[in-house]
Nanobody, 125 residues
């Protein structure tokens, strides 16, 4: 059973930066595509970014394109999300997720098998 633990969230001023981490255990990290999603109260969990097993295929949601960077270190079993130029609307709980089927991007949360508990990111004006 894969377990995921996010960290790195917090309070940041608009325009600032944060780097989220997601540590994986209990599985073979390099076998999984990985993604970040985010969720705000009353809204559905939405796709943020995806990275395939090798890190050679990456996909971003339009609102974060050019500001966020997803990466992974398979030797450390860790997924990252570097967030720059943060906007107020980036405030959310951020979740990492495992996709252990086809090594291809998906923006649907239904294609992801395991989830972390989330880390809160709050962007203040």
């Amino acid at each position: 059973q894969v377990q995921l633990e996010e960290s790195g969230g917090g309070l940041v001023q608009a325009g600032g930066s944060l780097r989220l981490s997601c540590a994986a255990s209990g599985g073979t990290f390099s076998n999984y595509g990985m993604a970040w999603f985010r969720q705000t109260p009353g809204k559905e969990r939405e796709f943020v970014a995806y990275i395939n097993r090798s890190g050679g295929l990456i996909s971003y949601a339009q609102p974060v394109l050019g500001r966020f960077t997803i990466s992974r270190d398979n030797a450390k079993n860790t997924l990252y999300l570097k967030m720059n130029s943060l906007h107020l609307e980036d405030t959310a709980v951020y979740y990492c997720a495992v996709k252990d089927n086809a090594d291809w991007p998906s923006r649907s949360r239904n294609d992801y098998n395991h989830w972390g508990q989330g880390t809160q990111v709050t962007v203040a004006s």
